[in-house]
């Protein structure tokens, strides 16, 4: 099932550290015209001129790739993958050359490069390739000439078959957290339109908090059950090779968050660092399932031949021979599910499947969890109390998510006690050499001039008091024990659960070794421990 399979991170050709090197990446909003390309190229140009080594990561300008596609399925209601890659993966090319152009009037030498020119190498998926390789010999060669060098998002080469690839929706993030880490940059960071990961979606939840710092395991968790703010690919591959990274706000000044290893990120772990929720998935209900072994290995590994990408599943306990399977999938699936299942449940003697796009998928996630019991009872007390009903339950160590009905999303989100996250800060530099980080981050911050003219400074560089005194702790160490949830004949949520294995199941890079004091669990422990706890 390819769920459940394991998910290669990049081979990364050659990868050795580029001391004093930031690689930035800017959002379509943040180059959403070109005067603001112009101020991105500003910032780029400071920071080479503050003695960085700078590459960046452009993606298409505002709603540039919504257009591309939206003219697709003008032409096509099932526009050819490979054309719509070659398509989609234009809006990238047309910023990052400007910007290059832009950044040659200010004196100064750049070059952009698409995916492929930048050795961007991918599986032959079109429309969701995986990086498979980094190829940066040309970036090299351009940094050791100074020039700023610019590299369109979003975009590979298949080694199949040569064609050009995208890497999915948001899929810059994805390339600029491969280039660090192939490159062996200090920072990434990603420059975006709100300040940093919040505690929700901030233009959702109006008092969602802005975190100082987040682990990778907590961010791959929130991007995996649909906060948009970072690609979940992007941080699996930030978690396998170490690459500290920084979310930040293109047009205000402030620290932003810091994502890394737990362990060198936070004194104290928040019970619940953020709520999501995602409406692009539907369910899939197959009723009247015989119950007998390997029917669901039937219709899933059918499914994940054709790549559909299956999320939470859930069995229910069989009545007179009779089961019924649940499971959620992305909305973009769908029409590629369909004739499979027509097949399926024919050979297999399923009564009927049904598709469902009204629901919503909402998700606590907090490495706290992991020693707080309670945490998914009081999501489903404030659901209750919301009138709202939970129609799939699952959970991983670090995330409790609830299918439910999508109107009542927003409602669902901020929904009554969601304990406010516990203060966190940094204790050390999360880069494995300090002291290029600190020149990196400074000149990131000299940069990094808003607007409005300020200067922004790192947050992780100067020493914080300690977490313990917040209300919010003094709240969690109240917090009642409460009975577990009762037992769910299959539950799981395989797209993270996947990202996980993906990255455990390596062998950590030299820099991770050296942080990670503790062998973490493994995916079927942590699966099993969190059932108890809850
Ligand atoms: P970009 O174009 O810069 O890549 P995206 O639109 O992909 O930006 O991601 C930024 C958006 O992510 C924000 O505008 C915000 O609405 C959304 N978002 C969702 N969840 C969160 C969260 N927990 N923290 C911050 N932003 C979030
Ligand atoms: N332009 C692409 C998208 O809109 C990639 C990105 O922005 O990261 O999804
Ligand atoms: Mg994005």
Redesign the pocket.
């Known amino acids: 099932m390819a769920s459940l399979a394991f998910e290669p991170v990049p081979a990364l050709e050659g990868r050795r550290r580029t001391p004093g090197l930031i690689v930035m990446k800017f959002?379509?909003t943040s180059v959403g015209d070109t005067e603001k390309l112009k101020r991105v190229a500003v910032r780029l140009v400071s920071a080479r001129e503050a003695g960085a080594k700078v590459v960046a990561v452009l993606?298409?300008m505002g709603s540039?790739?919504?257009e591309l596609i939206r003219l697709a399925h003008e032409v096509s209601p099932t526009p050819h993958p490979r054309e719509y890659d070659m398509l989609v993966s234009t809006?990238?090319r047309i910023s990052n050359a400007l910007c290059a152009m832009a950044i040659h009037d200010l004196g100064h030498e750049a070059v952009s490069f698409t995916g492929s020119q930048a050795g961007i190498v991918t599986d032959a998926s079109h429309t969701k390739a995986k990086i498979v390789e980094v190829r940066a010999q040309r970036i090299h060669e351009a940094l050791d000439a100074n020039k700023i060098v610019l590299v369109a998002?979003?975009q590979g080469v298949s080694t199949s078959t040569h064609d050009v690839t995208t890497l999915g929706?948001?899929?810059?993030?994805t390339t600029a957290v491969a280039l660090a880490a192939a490159l062996g940059a200090d920072v990434c960071e990603i420059f975006t339109d709100v300040e940093g990961v919040f505690t929700a979606d901030p233009r959702l939840v109006p008092g969602a908090l802005k975190l100082d710092a987040i682990s990778y395991e907590e961010m791959l968790e929130m991007a995996a059950s649909g906060a948009k703010v970072m690609?979940a690919r992007s941080i699996e591959i930030a978690r396998r090779y170490g690459v500290p990274l920084r979310v930040r706000s293109t047009f205000v000044d402030g620290d932003g968050t810091w994502i890394g290893e737990e362990d060198a990120l936070v004194l104290e772990k928040a019970i619940v660092s953020g709520v999501t929720h995602d409406t692009s998935e539907a369910k899939v209900s197959i009723v009247g399932v015989p119950d007998r072994p390997g029917v669901a290995a039937q219709v899933f590994r059918e499914l994940a031949r054709a790549g559909v990408n299956i999320d939470m599943i859930v069995q229910n306990a069989s009545q007179d021979g009779e089961a019924a399977i649940s499971f959620t999938l992305p909305k973009t699936d769908v029409p590629t599910a369909r004739p499979i299942l027509d097949r399926v449940c024919g050979e297999i003697g399923a009564r009927r499947w049904e598709p469902d796009e009204a629901i919503a998928k909402i998700s606590l996630i907090g490495a706290g969890m992991k020693s707080h019991p309670g945490v998914a009872a009081d999501m489903f007390d404030a659901l209750a109390e919301a009138g709202i009903n939970i129609e799939i339950i699952s959970t991983s160590s670090i995330r409790v998510s609830c299918v439910i009905r999508r109107g009542r999303a927003r409602r669902a989100g901020r929904a009554r006690p969601v304990p406010a996250p516990l203060r966190r800060a940094c204790r050390r530099p999360l880069s494995e050499s300090a002291s290029s980080a600190r020149r990196a981050r400074s000149a990131a911050s000299r940069s990094s001039s808003c607007a409005r003219g300020a200067t922004s400074t790192c947050a992780c560089s100067r020493p914080r008091a300690p977490p313990g005194s917040s209300s919010a702790s003094g709240r969690s160490r109240r917090r009642r024990r409460r009975p577990s949830l009762p037992a769910t004949s299959i539950s799981s949520s395989s797209r993270s659960g996947r990202a996980r294995r993906a990255s455990s199941s390596r062998t950590p890079s030299p820099a991770a070794r050296s942080r990670s004091t503790s062998r973490r669990p493994t995916a079927s422990t942590r699966a099993t421990r969190s059932s108890c706890r809850r």
């Not at 929706?169 to 993030?173: A, F, L, M, V, Y």
């Open positions: 959002g379509g993606s298409a540039t790739t919504d809006g990238e998002g979003f929706r948001g899929g810059s993030d690609m």
